[in-house]
């Protein structure tokens, strides 16, 4: 009797290759499961490299100075200074600037749907005459950064007297580039049949955009509101430029002042602890609004 | 469509001409700046006697929530206050409105000027006359011979400009001293001359680049991380000063730094300063300019390049801390050179001669010398007027600081700084090819001088 023969008869060539799939299926299983604790591992990396900036502010912003002049990039502090939110609440005169904030965010969060959403809308469902110009030219704008184009950008609104008026402040915003473009994407998306069968059952207009297709955009129109607050809240230099008073500056322009701007050198814990006041009202809204920011910045398709 | 094109193509030609319009101002003339007052020339002063209540509006850099932004709110507080009292019913108002940085404020008031919404009154950087020149009136309409005489000389670098006399230069810094850790200097064995001594025979030879290296390098212990000198950046203006040189002409139309090896010498003494081991790299680390002055209050650092607004942070620092410092202008080849930073005041032309008057009226009271030290107490700025140093609020402060008089005085070693539109845009060309010292060691000095000249060059030509 011969054992190789024997064990031949039990290993033929489908076996050796069950066997083989077998391994491969085991080496696969590894490789997806090496696969997932290094995309793991990708995914912790990069949303430390976002959240460190903001540790390491909030570690700054409670250092004594001596040690905040280092740049450490330690985030563990021994003895922490909260003194240094006190002085900077009091010497930014937050208290004042908060409340301009607040309204300048309000009266431009609540008047720019006004203009955005009936533009993107027509320029999303309708034919006219210079469509495409208008939309070059206002591309054009959204192109060129704020710098370049101080100079007749003041010239302008100082010969129609907007400068230093709730008005030249909140204008530029109610006409967003981003927000048009936005919408607009979003009213693109929505299934034509929609408007179709509403304007055959002789809809208007104004009916078709705010009661079917405004309704159908809401995650889109979620995102804008965040991403507009969150704008608008830490806008600094269209504020600086166009204000001249201290009635309508907002909270970024008076934590400039921390810095002492041009000569010394800053106290940077306390520049970073009134940063940290700035920054509050969105982080406790991403805190607490965490679920539904997420929904709306990740899941932003439209309803269908 | 093609309508909408041809419109557009229009669109952008107008754009274009207008742009190009606006960038034509007139070539620069020749006039070389004169003395304070030319023989033969009488100045009609502007004086305020207003009927009615008159509203004029300042623009400063800064926030109001800055140190500077506050002293000049409680100084226009006070002026408003003094002219309800003396004045009712026919008084000035001042609105004091704050606009950043100060390249923020160039722009702005660039712009607010050619609307005609411009201030009658504002703070413009030191090198930024070249600028607004043309749109201001002359300041010796608003203060007397005397008056100009008795500011301090050392702090007029850059308020004569073609013939007038444009700025004055009210909230002023020392931008080039170094202020030195007396003590830990003296336990290495180093003596440091004191301002006082140098300021009495300035033609001494107690200071010298050499015997600063020597001293920077007798203190350093790099084992310890204790290093002689500290500084962020070169400073190629004063190592031309420093050997009786210059970057420029005086209309910095042309480079005067080509003419002999004073430049090379100049980067070859502050590259040696790296190399001989008497100050770390500023190349070597992120944010080197502000560790080095915590460095500086935790007594690793010797001597440190710095400006005079620092000095009161660092004499708090010294005063916790117990060690002593001295203030000292940067170290000779031939001369001593203080250079002035800070801002200053113009009084526009292009507002209605009442607002003007009241300006000047409001100058010339900030300028009084008890003002000035109010002012000072604010900010740590330097004191205009040196009558404003023996005023009580200044006293006060240099009893607790006595290192912010010394940087006052200093400014004896001030000179008139070269006036150009090209000034600013150069001195930051050679700044930061003149680094390269640093960052590239293996790069000679002959190649470095060629490259800045080439960059200085250009940038003289591309901004006459």
Request: hydrophobic share 45%; net charge positive; charged share 20%.
């Amino acid at each position: 009797m011969r054992i190789e023969n024997y064990t031949d008869a039990y290993s033929p060539k489908e076996i050796k290759d069950k066997e083989k799939f077998l391994l491969w299926v085991k080496v696969k299983k590894r490789l997806v499961y090496i696969l997932k604790v290094l995309n793991c591992i990708f995914a912790l990396g990069i949303g430390l490299m976002f959240v460190y900036p903001f540790a390491w502010m909030a570690s700054m912003s409670l250092r004594p100075l001596t040690e905040a002049l280092k740049f450490n990039p330690n985030i563990i502090i021994k003895n922490p200074v909260w003194d240094n939110y006190i002085f900077a609440w009091n010497q930014a005169r937050v208290s004042h600037y908060i409340g301009n904030s607040l309204i300048y965010s309000a009266l431009v969060i609540g008047l720019q749907y006004l203009t955005i959403i009936p533009a993107a809308y027509a320029f999303a469902t309708m034919e006219f005459k210079g469509k495409k110009f208008l939309w070059g030219v206002k591309f054009l704008g959204m192109m060129l950064p704020a710098e370049a184009t101080l100079i007749p950008v003041y010239f302008f609104y100082s010969k129609l007297g907007l400068v230093d008026t709730w008005g030249g402040l909140i204008l530029p915003s109610l006409f967003s580039m981003f927000g048009i473009y936005m919408f607009m994407g979003a009213f693109k998306q929505l299934p034509k049949e929609v408007i179709e069968s509403a304007k055959m059952d002789k809809a208007s207009n104004r009916v078709i955009m705010l009661k079917i297709m405004v309704p159908m955009v809401t995650p889109i129109f979620i995102t804008h509101l965040i991403t507009s607050f969150i704008s608008n809240w830490n806008e600094y230099y269209w504020v600086l430029v166009m204000t001249n008073s201290e009635s309508l500056r907002t909270l970024p322009v008076a934590l400039r002042g921390l810095l002492q701007v041009d000569e010394g050198v800053p106290q940077w814990n306390v520049a970073m602890a009134g940063t940290m006041i700035q920054l509050a009202p969105i982080l406790l809204m991403y805190i607490f609004a965490n679920g539904k920011i997420k929904t709306s910045m990740v899941g932003n398709k439209v309803k269908k | 469509m093609k309508k909408s094109k041809r419109f557009g193509v229009m669109l952008v030609v107008v754009l274009a001409i207008v742009m190009a319009l606006g960038a034509c101002t007139g070539p620069a003339d020749n006039v070389v700046d004169g003395e304070l007052y030319p023989e033969g020339t009488n100045w009609e002063m502007i004086t305020s006697k207003p009927s009615e209540p008159v509203n004029i509006t300042m623009w400063i850099p800064n926030s109001a929530t800055s140190t500077m932004g506050v002293g000049v709110q409680t100084l226009a507080d006070l002026f408003n206050q003094e002219q309800a009292t003396n004045n009712p019913g026919k008084n000035i108002t001042v609105t004091v409105e704050y606009q950043g940085k100060s390249s923020t404020l160039n722009e702005k008031l660039q712009a607010s000027i050619l609307s005609g919404n411009n201030p009658v009154i504002s703070a413009i950087g030191v090198s930024s006359v070249p600028l607004f020149a043309s749109k201001t009136i002359d300041l010796r309409r608003v203060f007397t011979y005397e008056e100009l005489q008795a500011q301090n000389q050392g702090l007029l670098q850059y308020s004569l400009y073609n013939g007038a006399f444009v700025l004055n230069p009210y909230f002023p810094s020392a931008s080039n001293i170094i202020v030195a850790n007396k003590t830990l200097m003296s336990s290495k064995g180093v003596t440091l001359p004191t301002a006082a001594d140098i300021i009495k025979q300035p033609k001494g030879d107690d200071w010298t680049w050499d015997k600063f290296i020597a001293a920077a390098k007798k203190v350093t212990d790099t084992e310890k991380g204790i290093y002689g000198f500290a500084s962020n950046s070169l400073d190629p203006i004063g190592m031309m000063y420093q050997q009786g040189g210059s970057l420029y002409n005086k209309t910095v139309t042309e480079l005067a730094f080509t003419k002999d090896d004073k430049f090379a010498k100049g980067l070859e003494f502050w590259r040696s300063l790296v190399t001989e081991n008497c100050m770390l790299n500023p190349n070597s680390r992120s944010n080197h300019g502000t560790i080095i002055v915590s460095e500086f209050y935790e007594q690793k650092v010797g001597m440190i390049y710095t400006t005079s607004s620092n000095i009161v942070n660092l004499s708090k620092q010294a005063k916790e801390n117990n060690y002593e410092l001295e203030v000292l202008p940067f170290p000779k080849k031939t001369d001593y050179f203080t250079n002035q930073g800070g801002s200053g005041i113009v009084i526009l032309n292009n507002k209605p001669q009442k607002e003007i008057d009241a300006a000047a009226e409001f100058l010339r009271w900030l300028n009084k010398p008890s003002n000035i030290a109010k002012m000072c107490k604010a900010s740590g700025y330097l004191p205009l007027h040196p009558a404003a140093m023996n005023e009580p609020e200044l006293v006060e402060i240099y009893k607790e600081t006595p290192l912010l008089k010394t940087a006052a005085e200093l400014m004896i070693f001030g000179v008139k700084s070269p006036q150009g539109k090209a000034k600013v845009a150069c001195d930051s060309e050679i700044n930061k090819y003149c680094k390269y010292i640093w960052s590239e060691p293996n790069m000679s000095i002959e190649e470095i001088v060629k490259k800045v000249t080439e960059r200085a060059q250009y940038t003289i030509e591309a901004n006459q």
